[in-house]
């Protein structure tokens, strides 16, 4: 009897799909040209599509600061939703550059963790860190952060940051994190005096003062006292270009 032929069945190969990351929609914009061509200007939301929120917020931040000089104070009111990202972009806007950051929010260690968490390098930045030590928590003395007892320290933390600025070339930064958290443990009038002594500091070492703070209709009044006192006030309550 003759051989019955085995009819191999033909393997259909299935292409995996690439997962595609929905949370951040972007556009490429050398496609987008080509589709597009009639096109010779992008609509803002359009625009919006282009860029990631981190992107968003380094253009906003850029554009704030792009127009004033070597030295300056800088207070940035941000609404709670954006707060976290403009602190991200003000840190990687200076962290190539030699400053003090002084925090009241995190702890000198979880900071670091975020920063890294978003592959932002600093290797030029002294800290003071005042909130460590009322929490609680053992932190490591390290080398390139001070820590303070209290977040009421306010003469301690002027010596610092005397002491510090003083080391640096013309041009260095300052970034105080936050002038919200000094108001939980300080009078109002006491922290209007602390940033009229930094903003002279600033001025003296010919340094860039950023306060960042919570913009809330509770700190109306001392809003309006501080932002007398400095260069610029910028408000941003979304990551919106």
Do not use: W
């Not at 799909?17 to 359009?46: C, H, M, R, W």
């Not at 860029?51 to 554009?63: H, P």
């Not at 004033?68 to 972009?89: C, F, K």
């Not at 979880?110 to 460590?132: G, P, Q, V, Y």
Request: aromatic share 6%; with cysteine.
């Amino acid at each position: 009897m003759p051989k019955k032929k085995t009819v191999k069945k033909a393997k259909t190969s299935k292409k995996k799909k690439k997962k595609v990351d929905t949370a951040i929609e972007i556009i490429d914009l050398g496609e987008y040209k080509k589709t597009n061509p009639e096109k010779n200007f992008l609509s803002q939301a359009e625009l919006e599509l282009l860029v990631s929120k981190e992107q968003k917020t380094d253009l906003i931040i850029e554009r704030e600061l792009s127009d004033l000089d070597d030295s300056y104070s800088l207070l940035v009111l941000a609404s709670p939703q954006s707060y976290a990202e403009i602190r991200l972009g003000i840190i990687r806007r200076f962290a190539k550059q030699k400053g003090i950051y002084v925090t009241l929010n995190s702890t000198y260690s979880a900071l670091i963790k975020e920063f890294n968490l978003h592959r932002i390098k600093i290797e030029e930045t002294s800290f003071i860190d005042m909130i460590s030590s009322m929490t609680n928590i053992g932190e490591v003395a390290k080398k390139g952060v001070a820590y303070l007892e209290s977040a009421t320290d306010l003469t301690e933390l002027v010596l610092l940051i005397d002491k510090n600025l003083s080391k640096f070339v013309v041009g260095s930064f300052l970034i105080v994190d936050s002038v919200s958290t000094l108001l939980v443990y300080n009078e109002p009038k006491e922290v209007e005096k602390l940033v009229h002594v930094l903003v002279g500091k600033a001025n003296s070492f010919n340094s860039r003062l950023v306060l960042l703070m919570v913009d809330s209709k509770e700190h109306e009044g001392i809003i309006e006292t501080i932002g007398q006192f400095c260069t610029r006030v910028v408000k941003i309550d979304k990551i919106k270009i």
